[in-house]
């Protein structure tokens, strides 16, 4: 079966640094991946998907996530973290066999400091 | 504007006792999930519905149940053999199973509390 690997439960960085959330995932051809947040007591907003093309996706609220094959990872990236990033973040592959649901990791918590 | 709506936001519910979470969509998606989340926990999946009349269930079906008897509505209920029912459900939508192309839509949320 399909599965998805958020290794960090959480981090904590500085407002203005860089950001990184590692997603790796479980499949044997090419996936379809996705990112979402979650705001506190809110559902989860899409942040970006990929399923072909550039390996390097870009998204909302200034979010990109880049997939590599050969570390079967799809990690989220951010030059410059806002307070506002706040969040929980998930990732999500699709389900196998096909016609089946995607697949959610359990998240990172990312907390951001002055 | 098109949306997922989750009602009550809030719930709370006696032991022993059965209760109707509601999901309505206005995005024409044929697939509807539902969620439970806990902390630490991620998604876990209760059941999803592919089309009218058909729903699968999920990981975590036991406790729970469904109906689709409109593609604008998937209500999940509680039931009192659900041994641990507190947790926050998310209900979900999307064009189609299982919604690769286009990802999920989500409702902002019910917070079940059993007293």
């Known amino acids: 079966a399909q599965s998805v690997t958020q290794p960090d439960i959480h981090i904590t960085v500085s407002e203005g640094a860089s950001l990184e959330l590692r997603c790796n995932y479980s499949?044997?051809?090419?996936?379809?991946l996705f990112w979402y947040v979650q705001s506190p007591g809110q559902g989860l907003q899409l942040l970006l998907k990929?399923?072909?093309?550039?390996?390097l996706v870009q998204g909302i609220k200034g979010f990109e996530a880049e997939f590599k094959r050969s570390q079967s990872s799809f990690n989220l990236r951010k030059p410059s973290v806002h307070w506002s990033d706040a969040a929980e973040y998930f990732c999500?592959?699709?389900?196998?066999?096909?016609?089946?649901?995607?697949?959610f990791g359990k998240g990172t918590r990312l907390s951001v400091i002055a | 504007d098109g949306g997922i709506t989750q009602s009550p936001k809030y719930l709370f519910r006696k032991e022993g006792q059965n209760v109707t979470l509601s999901c309505e969509q206005n995005?024409?998606?044929?697939?509807m999930y539902w969620y439970r989340q806990d902390p630490g926990q991620g998604l876990r999946l209760i059941y999803y519905s592919q089309i009218v009349n058909d729903f699968q269930k999920g990981d975590i079906a036991e406790g729970y149940s469904v109906s689709r008897e409109k593609k604008e509505s998937f209500p999940l209920t509680v039931t009192s053999a659900q041994k641990n029912p507190t947790a926050f459900y998310l209900c979900?939508?999307?064009?189609?199973?299982?919604?690769?192309?286009?990802?999920?839509?989500f409702g902002s949320g019910t917070r079940l509390t059993v007293v």
């Open positions: 499949y044997g051809a090419t996936p379809y």
């Open positions: 999500a592959v699709d389900g196998v066999p096909g016609n089946t649901p995607l697949v």
């Open positions: 995005l024409n998606h044929d697939a």
């Open positions: 979900a939508s999307s064009i189609d199973l299982p919604g690769d192309h286009y990802g999920y839509t």
């Open positions: 990929y399923f072909s093309g550039d390996t």
